[in-house]
C-alpha cells in the first residue's frame, strides 16, 4: 500500500496530463520543484532534447546521475564552454559514459545552475546487490523507503525487467540483486535532487536514465515519499513508440541515429556463443 500511495502522490503532485509530447513541447514545460529528465544514455538526440529542456527550464541546479557528489564538486570552477577540461574534471574519460560530447550541451544549456551529483561509488552499489541496501544507504534510508522490501511479486517482476534489460544473460539470483541496487541509486538520486532543492531552490533538473525517471518504480518514488511537498515533473524518452502509456508525466519518442551496435553482443560473447 506504501508504494502505491507514493504513486498516487506522485501523479496528484505532476503538473499535466500524461501524454506524448514532441521535443518542440520542451520549451514551454509545466512547472515543477523538480523535473526528471529521462534519456537512453547514447542516443545523442536524447541528449540535445535534455539541452532543450534545461535551456528552457533555467534551473537553479543540475543533477547528474552520472556523477558523484564528489566528482560534481570539481567543476564548480571549471568554465563551462571548456568541454576538454571540464570532462577531465569530472573525470569522465574511463568513467564508463557515453561520450562526454554528448553532455556537455546540457552543461552549456544552464551556465548559473550549479552542478550536483547523484551517483553512490562502485562499490557501494555493488554492496547492494547482496547486502540490505538500507544499510549501504545509511542515514534517512526510511525517509526513502529502503527499510520496505518490495512486495513479493513486485521484486520478482522487476528481476524479469533487469533480465531483459541485460539480454537474459543474468543468472537468478543476480537480476534480483540488481533491483537492490537499482533501489539504491535511485534513493541517492533523491536524496541529491531533495538536497539540490534546499541549497539552491526549484527548479531542480535531473539528467538520469529513463529508467530512473519512472513514476511507478524510479526515483520519483523516494523523492515523493522523502519531500511530499516537492512537485515532480517525469519525462521519460524512448526509442520505440509504446503500446500502452507509459510511466511518465510526459515522453518523447526519439529513435535512435542506428549507429548502435548490438546491445547483446557482449553477452553472447561471454556465454561463448
Given amino acids: 500500500m506504501r508504494h502505491a500511495a507514493a504513486f498516487a502522490l506522485i501523479w496528484l503532485a505532476a503538473a499535466a496530463p500524461a501524454r506524448e509530447i514532441t521535443p518542440q513541447g520542451l520549451d514551454n514545460l509545466p512547472a515543477a520543484d523538480v523535473v526528471v529528465l529521462g534519456e537512453v544514455h547514447d542516443n545523442p538526440a536524447h541528449h540535445l532534447n535534455q539541452a532543450r529542456a534545461v535551456e528552457a527550464i533555467r534551473p537553479a541546479a543540475l543533477v547528474f546521475e552520472m556523477l558523484t557528489p564528489e566528482q560534481a564538486a570539481r567543476a564548480a570552477d571549471v568554465p563551462r564552454d571548456d568541454a576538454a577540461a571540464l570532462a577531465q574534471a569530472l ?8 561520450d562526454f560530447a554528448m553532455y556537455h550541451p546540457i552543461f552549456l544549456a544552464a551556465p548559473e545552475a550549479a552542478i550536483r551529483g547523484g551517483a553512490l561509488p562502485r562499490d557501494q552499489v555493488r554492496r547492494a546487490m547482496t547486502d540490505d541496501p538500507a544499510a549501504v544507504f545509511g542515514a534517512d534510508a526510511a525517509r526513502y523507503g529502503l527499510d520496505q522490501p518490495l512486495p513479493a511479486e513486485e521484486q520478482v517482476e522487476r528481476a524479469r525487467e533487469q533480465a531483459a534489460a541485460h539480454c537474459d544473460a543474468l543468472p537468478p539470483d543476480m537480476a534480483g540483486g540488481m533491483v537492490h541496487a537499482q533501489r539504491l541509486r535511485d534513493a541517492a538520486l533523491a536524496r541529491a535532487a531533495e538536497q539540490a532543492h534546499r541549497d539552491t531552490g526549484a527548479p531542480v533538473v535531473v539528467i538520469t536514465g529513463t529508467g530512473h525517471a ?51 553482443a557482449a553477452f553472447r560473447s561471454t556465454a561463448g556463443e
Avoid: F, N
Fill in 214 to 264: 519512472r513514476l511507478d518504480q524510479g526515483m520519483p518514488v523516494p523523492l515523493a515519499r522523502a519531500a511530499p511537498d516537492l512537485t515532480i515533473l517525469s519525462i521519460g524518452q524512448l526509442e520505440v513508440p509504446p503500446a500502452t502509456p507509459p510511466p511518465y508525466d510526459l515522453w518523447i519518442v526519439t529513435p535512435h541515429d542506428g549507429t548502435r551496435g548490438d546491445p547483446c
Fill in 91 to 98: 573525470e569522465w574519460e574511463g568513467s564508463g559514459w557515453p
